[in-house]
């Protein structure tokens, strides 16, 4: 039985997010007991304070941001990877697989190669998020629409001219400093994170996901096929550029405090159909959560595994992603396959 009514779903994932924000903030190399977990945001939220305790500071200026950052990008991805599929049509469309991330990831080590504040970078990384993508669709539209074929390589190429520009970016670079934050963001990763950057990203990206939501009954169509969206009076060319703007602004706003986490757009809209069905008005908030609790707790894999070092990110992400790629490539074919 799926569960596919938006209000439902957007109870349940806050209550499954909450549950799993509050155990990622005692799991680390060093345990924090539920009930100091529990205390210490109690304290926070009722604005006491206290002597600076060990489990405050792991808690409240460690680990707190970095959770809310890990639920941030992947409800962002998740969400962005939902849009992606609907407005193309193709089941194996993500912000990673398109090249969509890759070129947001050239624009944010850009700005750090021309020592560019957070908003600037960030700025620059969503216009580039836009020109990769608007790339991959100019080359692969035909006569037809926009093929799956052509599209996964268009976009595979389109994601390899950028990360040679990513290189270029690299060797261009004589700061040792610099060089390092690259080499963290391409890896992908919340080592780093702050609450500075989270004051905006978290309330822009909540605000797209939102804006996105209003468009559900629009993906609905468009998910159908483009000739049924102009039969049915749709405006394909307002609302395509419409869901393509929302798509690149949340994969920048991730790729701004992660890098580039590979596979969360592609992983969580297929497993989110599993749950609520393809309805857009519940899937897309079954994407955000889905997406946010899975990159939660791939970071909490990520910290804890080689203590008192940390996995990339990413690497674990594409990890699990890859497997789930070849079986939705895999399922492609057999549909496709005469019998």
């Not at 962002?76 to 049509?89: D, P």
């Not at 950057?197 to 468009?222: C, E, N, Q, S």
């Not at 910290?303 to 789930?324: D, I, K, M, Y």
Request: hydrophobic share 55%; charged share 10%; glycine share 10%.
């Amino acid at each position: 039985m799926k569960l596919g009514n938006p209000t439902s779903v957007t109870v349940v994932g806050l209550v499954a997010a909450t549950v799993a924000l509050v155990v990622s903030l005692g799991i680390g190399v060093i345990h924090v007991p539920v009930q100091d977990v529990a205390r210490v945001v109690t304290d926070f939220l009722a604005g006491r304070h206290d002597d600076g305790s060990m489990a405050r500071t792991l808690v409240l200026d460690l680990r707190l941001p970095r959770a809310v950052g890990a639920l941030c990008v992947g409800a962002a991805l998740g969400s962005a990877g939902c849009l992606l599929q609907a407005l193309l049509r193709d089941p194996l469309a993500s912000p990673t697989i398109i090249g969509t991330a890759q070129a947001s990831g050239f624009g944010r080590v850009l700005g750090v190669l021309l020592g560019m504040r957070y908003a600037g970078s960030w700025m620059l990384s969503f216009a580039m998020a836009v020109v990769g993508t608007l790339i991959v669709l100019a080359i692969a539209r035909s006569r037809r629409g926009l093929p799956t074929q052509a599209v996964l390589l268009t976009g595979v190429n389109v994601g390899m001219l950028f990360a040679a520009l990513i290189g270029l970016v690299q060797y261009m670079s004589k700061d040792e400093g610099q060089l390092s934050r690259m080499v963290l963001m391409l890896l992908g990763g919340l080592g780093q994170i702050t609450w500075q950057p989270l004051t905006w990203i978290v309330p822009a990206t909540a605000i797209a996901i939102g804006i996105a939501a209003l468009l559900a009954r629009h993906l609905d169509v468009l998910a159908l096929g483009e000739d049924s969206a102009l039969r049915l009076g749709m405006n394909t060319r307002n609302s395509g550029t419409a869901i393509l703007v929302l798509s690149c602004l949340l994969t920048s706003l991730a790729v701004s405090i992660a890098g580039i986490v590979a596979f969360v757009g592609l992983v969580v809209p297929h497993a989110a159909r599993i749950v609520v069905g393809p309805a857009h008005a519940a899937l897309l908030p079954a994407c955000a959560f889905l997406g946010g609790i899975f990159v939660l707790t791939m970071d909490c894999v990520a910290r804890t595994s080689v203590p008192p070092n940390e996995l990339p990110l990413g690497v674990l992400t594409s990890l699990v992603g890859v497997p789930c790629f070849i079986l939705v490539m895999h399922s492609m074919v057999r549909r496709e396959s005469p019998r």
